[in-house]
């Protein structure tokens, strides 16, 4: 049984097959790959994929994403004909009407869907979107009409976005990530090059560098600044849940290396509350590579909820 995410205000992604999904031999990632089976099936969210070539090509490229399960789309010959997954049955289609087709048949409003573009030829679909997200590698023209812009498709592009709009579905607060990182200034988090990227109730995004500051001797992520970070990201979070005469301060943090990073990529990192009691609040912190898209790190964080002296 599909269980929506009671956050997340997205029903549908439309995305392109060669602009958003495939890298450049054709092939889905991994990660790109768990995120719409998991945004399906998870959280309710349906996907269109666009394709340029004929219908028996795309069946065997998207296979992997399970959209029979949850009556997902395939729009081969770019977006003439509609096909369920599902169903198996196909309709004629004006490219034009492609997005006002989809979103009457499947009952819903503009603002519930995510469209990916890479083309400037895009413009109308992520204008007509409620969340218009363009491509890393898409013209500058397009970027401009974008509400945002993704990671590059060999970084895993599309799950990158999924698990910051659909997975992750946080309520956003008045606080922005410019004034966290004016607030650390000068201390270990800034030192280590921790930079707060996003930040809502409950949710926090971050990167931090794999350089000198953050690297063993042979150049490899050092476990202590995975763990450094994590903490750091759980303590974003829960300082702008506190209220007024409360501090937080961290009680344990325990964490997992389940891969390495070499010197040169950035860590992302991505906090979610998994508990918010009177006197704790528990976190859990996934750390991705940049340059791979590979998990490298995961922790829980316990953060202790005091009254300030």
């Not at 070499?262 to 009691?277: K, S």
Request: aromatic letters at 6%; hydrophobic letters at 40%.
């Amino acid at each position: 049984m599909i269980q929506t995410n009671r956050f997340s205000p997205y029903k549908l992604l439309i995305l392109f097959a060669e602009g958003s999904l495939l890298n450049e031999q054709g092939e889905l990632s991994q990660a790109d790959t768990d995120a719409i089976v998991e945004a399906q099936e998870r959280h309710g969210v349906r996907i269109a994929v666009i394709g340029n070539g004929p219908l028996d090509s795309m069946l065997p490229l998207v296979e992997p994403l399970h959209l029979d399960s949850n009556s997902s789309y395939l729009l081969p010959d770019g977006a003439t004909s509609l096909y369920n997954c599902h169903t198996r049955h196909t309709v004629a289609l004006q490219p034009k009407q492609m997005f006002s087709f989809l979103t009457e048949k499947l009952d819903i409003l503009p603002k519930e869907v995510i469209a990916i573009g890479y083309r400037v030829e895009d413009t109308a679909l992520i204008q007509s979107a409620g969340l218009g997200v363009a491509t890393a590698h898409a013209p500058e023209a397009l970027k401009a009409c974008a509400d945002y812009v993704t990671l590059p498709t060999e970084e895993s592009g599309t799950a990158h976005l999924i698990r910051k709009y659909v997975r992750s579905g946080y309520e956003p607060l008045p606080v922005t990530p410019d004034t966290i990182n004016l607030l650390v200034r000068h201390t270990l988090i800034d030192t280590l090059g921790i930079v707060c990227t996003q930040i809502g109730k409950g949710y926090v995004e971050g990167t931090m560098p794999v350089d000198r500051r953050t690297c063993q001797p042979m150049g490899i992520v050092h476990g202590g600044a995975n763990l450094a970070f994590a903490e750091t990201l759980a303590g974003f979070g829960s300082t702008v849940l506190l209220e007024e005469g409360q501090i937080q301060v961290g009680m344990q943090v325990s964490g997992y290396h389940v891969a390495g990073a070499m010197q040169g990529d950035v860590m992302r990192g991505e906090a979610r509350l998994l508990h918010r009691g009177r006197s704790t609040h528990v976190w859990s912190v996934e750390i991705f590579s940049s340059d791979s898209g590979k998990l490298i790190h995961t922790a829980r964080v316990l953060n202790s909820i005091l009254k300030a002296r």
